[in-house]
């Protein structure tokens, strides 16, 4: 090895120890960018740097990094396959730039739900399935010999009953015949099975079934033949030689053997109808053969540990002491504890991938990445800080830097402050949104953002005070006597069951606040006088005004005054009222009155008869 690669890996050693290191990698070359409402945007991004991007919503700054950057990258990857392999990958055009230049593989970590079937779970997803495996190959008692016997996907390991998915499909067979009828009656309900279509010839021309006797009558022989039989025979139809197979096989074959996930939504309905799932009996939901279950670390088989708690587990695997498995110990505790720094302590390794959110969807892929070997990889995060608590926030932003340090360029689309307060390059964009965007109105460090005057750096160096001072209380609200109880309810509300479901909860409540044994007394901070204020009569009292009426629940006529509020005094304050207003308490309303109609929940309402009649 010559002196010059010498002295280049060395200068690569030293810069990453020191990330801000003064080391020039070089930048991606924009000029022109015209994607969207781009206007001809040129800048030089500096690389294995972290690069905020910011701004307003809708100034351009997914533009710029997915449909430009990450799209250019995406698009280059994709012309080094054979023209026959591209027609199977995703087409991006070529984006709308005069120039783009030393732009590396880029690797887009969105927020986009991870998919997968009942197969798929955060071990596979996060490469710490085989970890397991080949730690239990190498440690556990009784020994097997290879990790393919600790696989659920493999069929060494799988369980037999299952096929690895930890859950068994039950046939509703109600659902599926009508014993009263025969064959040439209908009596398969399922359409794939209607008299005179196809496997309803294969069942008639097999010769082993009597088409007008009831299913109920058939022997032990018949239906085992008409249900389970599946032995290859062949049965002749219209010329044809077609495989026969039992009902139960077929349907199974059909939408059993599946991920009901993943069915069409009318194929879906019959599944829901027919089937039901349920815990595998012979795995236990495990999903392995009992041999592998046998076999044990520290007295936990391998879907134990899976099922554990990732903080827990990662504890349980630091404690591990094996020499001749310590490499594997150290990456499968440092995956793990990478999953807890991020905010995942709380799942599980057998926790299915397509049961997680956006945000932990995003965060399980950087774990991924985090482990991976690749370097000078362009890491693209669409606002990975949604969904986090602040707390967590912290975390987030370390593992950036962890990418950082490893030799990548992350590029960051991002609104929180502390965020964008690891950056080593921010550019914002803006100076507003749509049409008026789209345009570079400051690139530099953090610290130049916060005296850049745009609107991003007026709002972060922006703080609300916190007073210093605080207000006098100039009253106090107090009840001048107890709570009522909730079952003494006043004869308005227990007049008739019909009139009971057109009373709201809330109306109930406010004719308890407002009855005559309970009333509201505002009084001053400093009392002006040593006695105690006197309790107004109710009459004069009406605290709170009624919400808006429905058409369910009138208000009845005259109305009550908006709002009377008393004085320690017990004197009345001024109220709204015009000088043509009806006296106040309200005269008695005529027995007319709809029974539905809701009552102004005062004396004079109260005292009214309850006669009931139609609107």
């Known amino acids: 090895m010559g002196k010059s690669e010498l002295s280049r890996q060395s200068s690569i050693k030293v810069t990453l120890d020191n990330p801000m290191a003064n080391t020039d990698y070089g930048s991606i070359i924009i000029r022109g960018a015209r994607e969207n409402n781009l206007k001809s945007v040129s800048l030089d991004i500096p690389k294995r740097r972290i690069t ?7 100034s351009g700054k997914s533009s710029l990094v997915f449909s430009t950057i990450a799209a250019e990258s995406q698009r280059l990857i994709n012309e080094t396959y054979p023209a026959f392999v591209q027609q199977f990958m995703p087409h991006y055009g070529q984006p709308d730039a005069d120039k783009l230049e030393n732009i590396s593989a880029a690797i887009i970590v969105d927020q986009q739900r991870l998919g997968g079937n009942l197969r798929s779970t955060v071990a596979t997803v996060t490469d710490t399935a085989q970890m397991l495996r080949v730690l239990f190959s190498r440690l556990a008692k009784p020994h097997l010999p290879a990790p393919g016997y600790y696989s659920y996907n493999d069929p060494r390991g799988m369980c037999p009953e299952c096929e690895g998915v930890g859950q068994v499909s039950a046939i509703d067979m109600t659902a599926v015949v009508d014993e009263s009828k025969s064959l040439s009656q209908g009596a398969l309900l399922h359409k794939v099975f209607a008299v005179h279509g196809w496997w309803w010839d294969i069942y008639a021309r097999s010769g082993m079934f009597d088409l007008d006797k009831p299913i109920r009558k058939y022997s032990k022989e018949e239906r085992a033949n008409l249900f389970d039989l599946d032995d290859g025979r062949k049965v002749r139809v219209d010329k044809i030689n077609l495989t026969y197979l039992g009902v139960v096989p077929k349907l199974r074959q059909m939408m059993g053997d599946k991920d009901p996930e ?18 595998c009996p012979a795995c236990n939901g495990a999903r392995l053969k009992a041999e592998a279950l046998a076999s044990k670390i520290s007295g936990k088989n391998i879907a134990e540990f899976s099922s554990m708690q990732v903080s827990d587990l990662a504890a349980l695997v630091r404690n ?11 990456a499968l505790a440092a995956r793990l504890e990478n999953l807890v ?16 959110s956006g945000g932990e969807s995003q ?6 990445h985090l482990g991976s070997s690749l370097t000078d990889i362009t890491y693209v995060f669409d606002e990975p800080s949604v969904g986090l608590h602040p707390h967590d926030v912290g975390r987030m932003a370390g593992l950036m830097q962890q990418l950082r340090d490893k030799g990548n360029t992350v590029l960051i689309v991002e609104h929180k402050p502390d965020m964008i307060a690891i950056a080593d390059h921010v550019v914002d964009m803006g100076p507003l949104a749509g049409s008026k965007g789209g345009e570079v109105v400051y690139q530099g460090d953090f610290a130049g953002l916060l005296t ?9 160096k922006r703080h609300q005070p916190i007073k210093d001072k605080v207000r006098t209380p100039s009253s106090t609200i107090s009840r001048t006597s107890p709570p009522p109880s909730p079952k003494a309810c006043s004869p308005p509300f227990q007049a008739s069951p019909a009139r009971a479901n057109h009373r709201s909860s809330w109306a109930a409540c406010l004719w308890h606040f407002l009855k005559p044994s309970s009333s509201i007394r505002i009084s001053p901070a400093v009392p002006a006088a040593p006695t105690p204020p006197p309790t107004p009569a109710f009459s004069t009292t009406c605290v709170r005004p009624l919400p808006r009426p429905t058409r369910s629940m009138r208000r009845c006529s005259p109305p009550i005054p908006r709002a009377r509020v008393l004085t320690a005094a017990g004197s009345a304050l001024s109220t709204p009222t015009s000088a043509t207003s009806t006296p106040w308490p309200p005269p008695a309303r005529p027995a007319k009155a709809s029974a ?12 009214r008869p309850s006669a009931t009649s139609t609107r």
Do not use: W
Request: charged fraction near 20%; hydrophobic fraction near 40%; glycine fraction near 8%.
């Open 452 to 460: 850049s005057g745009t609107l991003t750096g007026n709002h972060m």
């Open 341 to 356: 720094t991020i905010g995942l302590g709380y799942l599980s390794l057998d926790r299915e991938s397509s049961s997680l």
């Open 596 to 607: 539905s109609c809701l009552r102004c929940l005062c004396t004079a309402c109260a005292a």
């Open 320 to 330: 591990l002491k094996a020499p001749q498995a310590a490499p594997m110990l150290a």
């Open 52 to 58: 905020v991007f910011t701004g307003v919503s809708g």
């Open 262 to 279: 993943t069915l069409q939504p009318h194929v879906r309905v019959e599944y829901d109808r027919i089937f039901t799932r349920k815990i």
């Open 363 to 368: 965060r399980v892929k950087m774990v991924r």
